[in-house]
C-alpha cells in the first residue's frame, strides 16, 4: 500500500486551504460582475441566478454617465504619481547607496521616520499649504501628496536591491568611461527591474484606491478621480444598481490586471534584498 510522503501530505491540506480561501476572497467579485449584466429588478430578486437576458448595456451607460471622465482622471494621477516616485526613489536610492556617509544615514533616518507619519494628520497642513500654493481643485493637490507618502517605501525596496549591486560593477563602468549617471543607467537600472515593478505595482494600488485626499482636496467634480467619484456615481443611480456595478467592476478592473500581469515581477521584488540590507 503506497502512503504519501511526508512533505506531500503536507502540501495537499495547505493548497485545499488555500484554494478554499481563494475562492472565498473571489466570490464577491463574481457576483458583482454577474449582477452588473443584470437587469435592476434582478440584482435583488434573483441574486444569485444568471443574467436573463445579459445586460452589457449597463455598461455603456455607466461609461457614458460619468465613469469615463473618473476613469481617464485617475490614469492620469496614478501615472504621474508613478513616474516620479520611481524616479525619486530610484535616485533617491542610489544617492544613499554610492554616499555611504553621514549625510546618507540621515536621509535614510529621515525616511525611515516619515513611514510612521499617517496620512490622516497631514490633512489639514495639506490643505492649508496646498491652497497657499493654489493648487487646491487640481491634479497636483493629489499628485503631490500621493509623491510624499508612497516615496519612502519605495526608496527601503529599491535601496535594498541597490546595495547588492557589486562594487566591482561600479569601477569596471568607471574604467569604460562611465560617470554616476552612466552607471545608475547601465548598472543599478537594468539590475532593479524587479523592485522598481514592485514598488510601481503598491504605488498604482495605493493612488488609483486613495479615497481620502481624493475627496477633501476636489471639489469640482470633473477633477475627481473614481475612489471619490463613485459617491457622487452611487448617489445618481441609487436605483439602477446593474449600472451602479458595472461601474464598479469598471474601476476595479485596471488594478486586476496589474496584478494578474505582473504578480511573478511582484514576488520577485518582494523577496528582493530580503537576505542582504
Not at 31 to 58: C, E, H, T
Not at 105 to 133: C, E, H, N, T
Not at 181 to 196: E, N, Q
Not at 223 to 245: C, E, N
Request: proline content about 5%; aromatic content about 14%.
Amino acid at each position: 500500500m503506497n502512503t504519501l510522503k511526508p512533505s506531500r501530505a503536507v502540501a495537499i491540506p495547505g493548497r485545499v486551504i488555500l484554494t478554499l480561501y481563494a475562492l472565498v476572497l473571489a466570490l464577491p467579485l463574481l457576483w458583482m460582475v454577474i449582477s452588473s449584466l443584470k437587469a435592476n429588478k434582478d440584482v435583488y430578486g434573483k441574486p444569485f441566478s444568471l443574467p436573463s437576458p445579459w445586460r452589457f448595456q449597463n455598461y455603456a451607460d455607466a461609461w457614458t454617465m460619468g465613469i469615463s471622465n473618473y476613469f481617464v482622471n485617475s490614469l492620469l494621477v496614478t501615472a504621474f504619481t508613478t513616474v516620479i516616485v520611481l524616479l525619486c526613489a530610484a535616485f533617491a536610492s542610489f544617492a544613499m547607496v554610492r554616499l555611504s556617509n553621514w549625510a546618507a544615514r540621515l536621509m535614510l533616518l529621515a525616511v525611515m521616520a516619515s513611514l510612521v507619519v499617517s496620512p490622516q494628520i497631514a490633512i489639514v497642513p495639506l490643505y492649508d499649504l496646498l491652497g497657499k500654493a493654489n493648487l487646491l481643485d487640481t491634479y497636483w493637490a493629489m499628485i503631490f501628496p500621493y509623491v510624499g507618502f508612497r516615496l519612502p517605501m519605495a526608496v527601503l525596496l529599491i535601496r535594498a536591491v541597490f546595495m547588492e549591486v557589486p562594487r566591482e560593477l561600479d569601477e569596471a563602468s568607471r574604467l569604460d568611461g562611465c560617470g554616476s549617471m552612466g552607471i545608475f543607467r547601465h548598472v543599478y537600472w537594468p539590475l532593479s527591474s524587479g523592485v522598481l515593478v514592485t514598488a510601481g505595482i503598491l504605488t498604482v494600488y495605493y493612488t488609483w484606491n486613495e479615497f481620502l485626499f481624493a475627496l477633501i482636496f476636489m471639489s469640482t467634480d470633473s477633477f475627481r478621480t473614481i475612489p471619490a467619484g463613485l459617491m457622487a456615481f452611487r448617489d445618481a443611480l441609487q436605483t439602477d444598481y446593474g449600472v451602479l456595478l458595472a461601474g464598479l467592476v469598471i474601476a476595479a478592473l485596471p488594478i486586476v490586471i496589474v496584478f494578474l500581469f505582473c504578480q511573478r515581477f511582484f514576488i520577485e521584488g518582494i523577496t528582493s534584498g530580503s537576505v542582504k540590507s
